[in-house]
């Protein structure tokens, strides 16, 4: 079940266990396109202009984890002075092992429970942009699908001029209809489809202050509802009767089990300042995320573009995450679910490491090189590094790894 883990973004935060679903039309990417033209001074479109992207990603954990390779294409145009459309398209391979939350055997051991999973992912939208007044109309269609996850999304969103323009406000809303469905032959808790539902509203301004400062904001409240447990992931029960062998036998556990709706509310704030006399650019941003899991999150990044000569840009970045646990989260629970009338369960438990305490650490470098008129190139590096800070986790759960990237971009 790829679809649910963000592949493009930070696989392993615990926000990325459900399935995310934003409004497209926030007032960040402005800021970001607003940052650029700072930079490097790029003429305004004109009609008829569009551009076209293909871009790499390959995601590889440490010590032969999960490894995921990405390919994308993206398609922007204007078709009137009214209206433009842009679509991408993005296929996903992904094999390795991931932890499945079983304790370490033998005990004290980082020999941690895996299951070793491939799958493929086929993901694309498609968005058309109306312009009438100072508004911008933007509906969006966009559909995943892999051998065990389906989704299907659905947005609307509107952005406002105000001000001469230096002023937009953006709201919007989205829904996604998702499906889990049965893995034959792979050990899930589940043998029909099970539905599972997120929708998400967004209120966003942005403002240009000067020629060189842009700062933005946007609140995003969202529900999911439906089958939101993993059914990957295991848990271990200290009253179910196991037995004691030489050499160990694995341990018996079973599939974990999460509330069935969870209500979210995120924070974002940006600021970006072009510096004349260094010839760059800082993007700052500081996120805030709470759930009704119990999880409260905190992002912040840092990003210096710094311009070298007329076509070339050196971008790099470091971002730091940090969240606390969520409420059902634990190591190993009481009870037995096969004798629950003697020893109960908790109504809800899950030993998914990427509900835990953590924090995250993702740094690297861009380069990116305007070739000549009509076409740019884009590489990057970034690392990235998890680790547990509740003291009880097996460290041997957390990921580190590398991620390469490529992007290749037409402008005609």
Same mark, same amino acid.
């Given at each position: 079940?790829?679809?649910?883990?963000?592949?493009?973004?930070?696989?392993?935060?615990?926000?990325?266990?459900?399935?995310?679903?934003?409004?497209?039309?926030?007032?960040?990417?402005?800021?970001?396109?607003?940052?650029?033209?700072?930079?490097?001074?790029?003429?305004?479109?004109?009609?008829?202009?569009?551009?076209?992207?293909?871009?790499?990603?390959?995601?590889?954990?440490?010590?032969?984890?999960?490894?995921?390779?990405?390919?994308?294409?993206?398609?922007?145009?204007?078709?009137?002075?009214?209206?433009?459309?842009?679509?991408?398209?993005?296929?996903?391979?992904?094999?390795?092992?991931?932890?499945?939350?079983?304790?370490?055997?033998?005990?004290?051991?980082?020999?941690?429970?895996?299951?070793?999973?491939?799958?493929?992912?086929?993901?694309?939208?498609?968005?058309?942009?109306?312009?009438?007044?100072?508004?911008?109309?933007?509906?969006?269609?966009?559909?995943?699908?892999?051998?065990?996850?389906?989704?299907?999304?659905?947005?609307?969103?509107?952005?406002?001029?105000?001000?001469?323009?230096?002023?937009?406000?953006?709201?919007?809303?989205?829904?996604?209809?998702?499906?889990?469905?049965?893995?034959?032959?792979?050990?899930?808790?589940?043998?029909?489809?099970?539905?599972?539902?997120?929708?998400?509203?967004?209120?966003?301004?942005?403002?240009?202050?000067?020629?060189?400062?842009?700062?933005?904001?946007?609140?995003?409240?969202?529900?999911?509802?439906?089958?939101?447990?993993?059914? =990957?992931?295991? +848990?271990?029960? *200290?009253?179910?009767? /196991? #037995?004691? @062998?030489?050499?160990?036998?694995?341990? !018996?556990? %079973? $599939?974990?089990?999460?509330?069935?709706?969870?209500?979210?509310?995120?924070?974002?704030?940006?600021?970006?300042?072009?510096?004349?006399?260094?010839?760059?650019?800082?993007?700052?941003?500081?996120?805030?995320?709470?759930?009704?899991?119990?999880?409260?999150?905190?992002?912040?990044?840092?990003?210096?573009?710094?311009?070298?000569?007329? =076509?070339?840009? +050196?971008?790099? *970045?470091?971002?730091? /995450? #940090?969240? @606390?646990?969520?409420?059902?989260?634990? !190591?190993? %629970? $009481?009870?037995?679910?096969?004798?629950?009338?003697?020893?109960?369960?908790?109504?809800?438990?899950?030993?998914?490491?990427?509900?835990?305490?953590?924090?995250?650490?993702?740094?690297?470098?861009?380069?990116?090189?305007?070739?000549?008129?009509?076409?740019?190139?884009?590489?990057?590096?970034?690392?990235?590094?998890?680790?547990?800070?509740?003291?009880?986790?097996?460290?041997?759960?957390?990921?580190?790894?590398?991620?390469?990237?490529?992007?290749?971009?037409?402008? %005609?």
């Amino acid at each position: 079940m790829w679809a649910g883990r963000c592949p493009k973004i930070r696989p392993h935060d615990a926000r990325c266990t459900e399935k995310k679903s934003v409004p497209r039309a926030l007032p960040y990417p402005s800021i970001v396109l607003a940052a650029w033209l700072l930079i490097f001074a790029l003429p305004q479109r004109t009609k008829g202009e569009g551009r076209a992207d293909y871009s790499y990603e390959d995601y590889a954990e440490n010590d032969g984890r999960i490894h995921v390779t990405t390919q994308g294409v993206y398609f922007e145009s204007d078709i009137k002075s009214w209206f433009s459309v842009n679509a991408n398209f993005i296929s996903d391979a992904i094999t390795g092992a991931t932890p499945t939350g079983a304790p370490p055997n033998p005990p004290g051991s980082n020999n941690i429970g895996i299951a070793h999973m491939h799958d493929h992912r086929y993901a694309g939208s498609i968005t058309g942009n109306f312009k009438f007044g100072n508004n911008t109309l933007s509906p969006e269609f966009a559909y995943s699908k892999e051998h065990d996850y389906r989704s299907v999304g659905l947005s609307l969103n509107d952005a406002i001029d105000f001000n001469e323009k230096n002023t937009t406000l953006s709201y919007g809303i989205s829904h996604d209809f998702d499906q889990v469905l049965p893995n034959p032959g792979e050990d899930t808790s589940i043998t029909s489809p099970r539905n599972k539902g997120s929708t998400d509203g967004v209120l966003g301004i942005s403002q240009i202050l000067d020629q060189n400062t842009i700062v933005g904001a946007n609140f995003t409240l969202g529900y999911s509802d439906g089958y939101l447990t993993d059914p =990957y992931k295991r +848990v271990f029960f *200290l009253d179910f009767p /196991y #037995t004691v @062998t030489i050499p160990p036998t694995p341990y !018996t556990v %079973f $599939p974990e089990k999460r509330p069935d709706y969870k209500f979210r509310q995120v924070a974002l704030v940006t600021l970006q300042h072009y510096f004349e006399p260094l010839n760059g650019a800082a993007e700052l941003s500081y996120r805030f995320y709470h759930d009704s899991y119990g999880i409260i999150a905190h992002t912040a990044e840092i990003q210096w573009n710094q311009k070298i000569g007329k =076509y070339v840009m +050196v971008s790099p *970045l470091f971002r730091f /995450y #940090t969240q @606390t646990a969520a409420s059902f989260y634990g !190591t190993e %629970f $009481p009870g037995d679910p096969t004798n629950p009338t003697v020893f109960p369960t908790p109504p809800n438990y899950s030993s998914d490491y990427r509900l835990s305490a953590l924090n995250s650490f993702t740094y690297g470098i861009s380069l990116s090189v305007q070739v000549q008129k009509h076409v740019s190139l884009e590489v990057a590096y970034k690392r990235y590094e998890m680790y547990g800070t509740d003291g009880v986790t097996n460290p041997g759960q957390y990921p580190t790894a590398n991620v390469f990237t490529g992007t290749l971009t037409i402008w %005609f």
